[in-house]
């Protein structure tokens, strides 16, 4: 699609769940792109709106509150203060950051509820769901469990099995029990109202298939994904007492779905700024229906049906309203090659890092762009946390803007001396990075942030590398104006990097300024060479970061361990005893040790293991065994196992296999071979 010149942008960041804190993952997929962004666009001096706010309606936050003890409204107040200061603190510069509780939200959510309604364009259904008659009240998906069809976890939700991971609905439940009054729930009737997608689908892929080929791959694929399947009507209310009354009669008791308010939030907020500033950001109409502004949308990729196909669906059956021009939704960020989970509580959250490593909000921009999970899901560790500060922020960038500055005050009391002839290295220096302003500005307007950080960060190198071959330190004492040359061009490129860098590291970019005394500089300034004029007065120079130690990182470490062993303790939980079984069935099991004398891997097998044993009857036994996951080989030789001698023989990757190893399941799965506490016969039998 041919790229349109618009005079505006409208920068939208996905509306956090106050139900909690913001942690890495949520930083990583969404605001430190949208922040990137938006900055980015700022130095272009560009006209953009960046909307924000908390999402504080949906069942989670009521479940929280019951547990609590609390009302879903002390629930959100207390998180969305606590999101709101994290991100400020972290440097997301949203223009307005408001939410959803607030009353020109519900308002505004409920007149366009209302316009839909009054247009036709929403479809009334009864259906039956799940309904707690001792509570009085129809249950949501989270307040069902039950045991999961699929590996029978007895604490499964109504939509999904944490433990095997399948999506589910309540009525798939085996046992299905309200997490409100434990009692056991009935299907009863209950009328609701449909957005009809499927009206919209042709609409749809004309709109996203046709025209949006350029979205990223896994925006387009998923929403491709969608869009082959035969859409369906999609229930906007819910049987709830938490989130903004449904404005139609006969719907008393039910809320607006909190995928149907919550996106509504982005606009409800940019009309609160613009009632609040109108001097500064006009009528909000202009900012989403105006077809002169462009709209785009930082999401996670399990967001990209609501942003990609409901919610465009709501605006075009609206009216009015401009669509997405673009969703750069990114994958998952994992968590030391864990999934990061809430629940679980396996996550960095902001509030802590910020607490832990107070001023270093920059590092962890850093990391987590450089890490950003841009096309496929990616993983951030501490090692490598550390390591990235050491080795690129602290050793590249920090070190030549710390040897420029030191070496001008050092030789001309912090003075821009004057740039002499030019030699061939000079030259050189120069001209890598004269285009640098192009190649970033080609990777940022196509999203590709993590690329366009390495451009910044090649600038350092390259002055590194520049004030490294030419050594003032040892010229400065046979040709004192050769070394005005190189400093006057190392100073350039560290005010390039104050440019360069502002858009991913905007406190550390500040700070810089700072020292060259030179507060503003502008984007299209980048890859110039006249930024600092001769004669012009540097502040003291200070380090712009500083080492990560090892204890540092240890304690991060130790803290995810103690997580990690709390998580499995409460994971764990005995399978139940089997039936009885008499005496005389056990006793037909004849159970021996053996002495394990070889062991190897079978071949073309990942998780066989052939053992030979010596079972005290002067013939080796050959056992196969399913463990090869868990074991070497070599560290089985010479042990005493338990095994099952009385089985029929049974043939396995053409190998004959003479009775069964004993082994114990973990709660996560993993065996573990039995053996014996001391030393005692091969053959002998276990009773």
Known sequence: MEQKNYKRTTVTAALPYANGGVHIGHLAGVYVPADIYVRYLRLQKKDVIFIGGSDEHGVPITIRARK????????????HQMIKESFKEFGISFDVYSRTTSPNHHQFAADFFRKLYDDGKLVEEITTQLYDEYAHQFLADRYITGECPHCHNEGAYGDQCEKCGHD??????????????GSTPVMKETKNWYLPLNEYQEWLKHWILDEHKEWRPNVYGQCKSWLEMDLQPRAMTRDLDWGIPVPVEGAEGKVLYVWFDAPIGYVSNTKELCERHPERWGSWKQWWQDDETRLVHFIGK???V?????????????????????????????????????????????????????????VLRYVLTANAPETKDNNFTWRDFQERNNSELVAIYGNFVNRALQLTKKYFDGVVPACGILTETDGQAIEEFKGVKERMERLLDQFKFREAQKEAMNLARIGNKYITDCEPWKVWKTDPERVETILYISLQLVANLSIAFEPFLPFSSKKLRDMLNKPELDWQQLGQTDLLQPGHQLADPELLFEKIDDEAIQKQLDRLEAIRKANEAAAYKAAPVKENVVFDDFEKLDIRVGHVVECEKVKKSKKLLKFILDDGTGKPRTILSGIASYYEPEDLVGKDVLFIANFPPRSMMGIESQGMILSAADYDGSLSVTTTLRKVKPGSQVG
């Open 302 to 304: 399990d967001n990209i």
């Open 168 to 181: 589910l609905s309540p009525t798939e439940l085996i046992n299905p029990k309200s997490t409100i009054s």
């Open 306 to 362: 609501f942003h990609c196909i409901i919610f465009p669906v709501m605006m075009k059956a609206h009216g009015g309203y401009i669509m997405p021009d673009n969703v750069p939704a990114n994958e998952f960020l994992n968590l030391e090659n864990d999934k990061i989970s809430t629940s679980r509580n396996w996550a960095i959250w902001l509030h802590e890092y910020l607490s832990d490593f107070p001023g270093k909000q920059d």
């Open 68 to 79: 609590e003890g609390v009302t879903p409204q002390d629930i959100v107040d207390r998180y």
